[in-house]
């Protein structure tokens, strides 16, 4: 059956008591959508990774919410809810800071029905925030790479990114893409180096999916190959995203994002996060210290999922059976290895002075 998608198109929409997403785990191959309308199902679709990317995680978190309290029976049951949110999954400080957003503006009502409504109309505030968060981050991210092109108008502008910071993690704009998209509109050639991003592959798989999409040209390359390209004068810019932004400056990101970081800095290659003010973690200062940085069952490393040429999706184990694996969700890049944060207010510098420039009510 044909999928009806929403126009513009986006990842998460409302159906009949309940939303739709799309299935990332088929992506490239399949393009299915799911339906939840439990708050069973939403902390599922978290933990499984059928949506991922810090900003949708917490636009699914907002609607299970609200699912669970229409399963609630009373008031009070708000907090048991919270607490199966809150355990999906760990690093992305975005679910956390809208389950803390939801929590103050719904613990002080009376009545369950209240609540229900008050927390619907919540979680479509918050799809939409972040369809302009996103939107903004490209208006803001754009001159850095205006500002390359006219630098050096003989080639695209050479961006490298790891995993999927793409609309897909989002409602829609995505934030590393935001900027890429809005250059297209206005002209500016580009062209997109994608690591695969192992050992999910979301890189590979979303990243790659979703530029092939939007006609922006791009290379897929193993994460080895990065440091590589910049010794060679082959990237301009490195954009990549964010879990976790603290205080001052500090990201969490996909495992091997602090690898790029180190290639950029000793290649002397601009190294951005492009992030909305959602990810940023105001309670924490350090990020090597503060950031719970999640782990995941050592099946994602030892197999490898795929289509085979009959367009199934099957996995294949490509270590010895036995063989033990670690699989670490996310690394820190320290603030002194990036360049700027390309945030929806504008561009700063990585550290506590430049984001309270920004963002002056959280002084
Ligand atoms: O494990 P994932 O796929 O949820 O990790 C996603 C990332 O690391 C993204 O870069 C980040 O969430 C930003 S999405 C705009």
Redesign the pocket.
């Known amino acids: 059956m044909a999928v009806v998608t929403p126009k513009p198109f986006r990842t998460l929409w409302e159906i009949k008591d309940g939303i739709q997403v799309i299935d990332q785990r088929k992506l490239p191959h399949h393009f299915e959508v799911v339906n939840i309308f439990t708050l069973e199902q939403s902390v599922w679709a978290i933990k499984e ?1 059928v949506v ?6 917490a636009c699914t978190g907002a609607y299970g919410l609200y699912f669970g309290l229409m399963e609630a029976k009373k008031t009070s049951d708000l907090s048991g809810i919270l607490t199966a949110i809150r355990n999906s ?1 760990p690093t ?1 400080v975005n679910l956390f800071n809208t389950l803390d957003r939801m929590e103050q503006e719904l613990s002080p009502l009376q009545e369950l029905g209240e609540m229900q409504k008050k927390a619907l109309a919540l979680a479509r505030l918050i799809v939409e925030e972040d369809v302009e968060i996103c939107r903004s981050i490209g208006v803001q991210g754009l001159p850095l790479l205006e500002d390359i092109y006219r630098k050096n108008p003989n080639r695209p502008v050479q961006i490298l990114t ?5 609309m897909l ?2 409602i829609e704009w ?3 893409s935001s900027p890429i998209y809005q250059a297209k509109e206005k002209g500016i050639p580009v062209h997109v180096w994608v690591d695969e991003t192992r050992p ?1 592959n ?1 890189g590979a798989n979303l990243t790659a999916w979703e530029l092939t999409k939007h006609g922006i040209d791009h290379t897929v390359i193993v994460d080895n190959t990065g440091g590589h390209l910049m010794q060679h004068g082959m990237v301009d810019i490195c954009i ?4 976790r932004v603290t205080r001052n400056g500090d990201t969490a ?2 495992i091997g ?1 602090y690898l790029k970081a180190l290639a950029a800095k000793d290649n002397a290659i601009p190294f951005y996060i ?3 003010s959602t ?1 940023i973690d105001w309670n924490s200062f350090n990020g090597l210290k503060e950031i719970e940085i ?1 782990e995941r069952h050592e099946d994602e490393v030892k197999y490898v999922w795929g289509a085979r040429e009959d367009g199934t999706i099957d996995k294949v184990l490509i270590t010895p059976k036995t063989s033990k694996a670690l699989n670490i ?2 690394d820190v890049t320290p603030n002194r290895l990036i360049t700027g944060l390309i945030t929806d207010r504008g561009v700063c510098a990585a550290n506590e002075e430049s984001l309270l420039n920004l963002f002056p009510e959280k002084h």
């Open positions: 990774m991922r990317g810090a900003p949708l995680i999954r992305a790891h995993c999927n910071a793409g993690g989002c995505g934030t590393i999910r979301q990549v995203g964010a879990d990101n996909k994002t492009a992030l909305p990810t999640e969700g996310f």
